[in-house]
């Protein structure tokens, strides 16, 4: 069993360098330079750029301006304190309200969303934002006799 295992091994490393040896005789050919670690600072041999990352924003709608189609959404922090953040919609925007597709303004203040954005020249970019209608107030129930 360890000399079949030894002549494996052996055939194995004969194939390897015959196809090293024929590789370096063909014309025209050059063997690759060995590979330089990518820098950040995005000099030459650094990596291809990384895809654009997206994130998610869960909060209420505070402010809608149609004009400028931005709109600002306060999320509550783990401390309870709330945080406002802007997000501005472009033509490629989708907007669902519920299962159903919408337009901008469909938004409206106090409007539950969750949107999808990316982060361009410092200013937030809304992908897709899906809408959950603020729950109507329920009319105070009669009260009991007494």
Known sequence: ?????????????????????????????????????????????????KKPRFHFFVGEVVEVVAAQTRFSVRETLRDGAPKVTFF??????????????????????????????GEGTGEKSAISIRITPSAKPKAPSPAPPA
């Open 1 to 49: 069993m360890n000399r079949i295992l030894r002549a494996r091994l052996a055939g194995a490393a004969a194939l390897s360098a015959g196809f090293l040896a024929y590789a370096a005789a063909q014309p025209g050919t050059t063997t690759p330079a060995p590979a330089t670690p990518a820098t950040p600072s995005g000099t030459p041999g650094a990596a291809a750029p």
């Open 88 to 117: 501005a919609a472009t033509p490629e925007t989708t907007v669902f309200r519920g299962k159903e597709h919408g337009t901008f303004s469909d938004i409206h203040v106090n409007d539950h969303v969750t949107i999808k954005y």
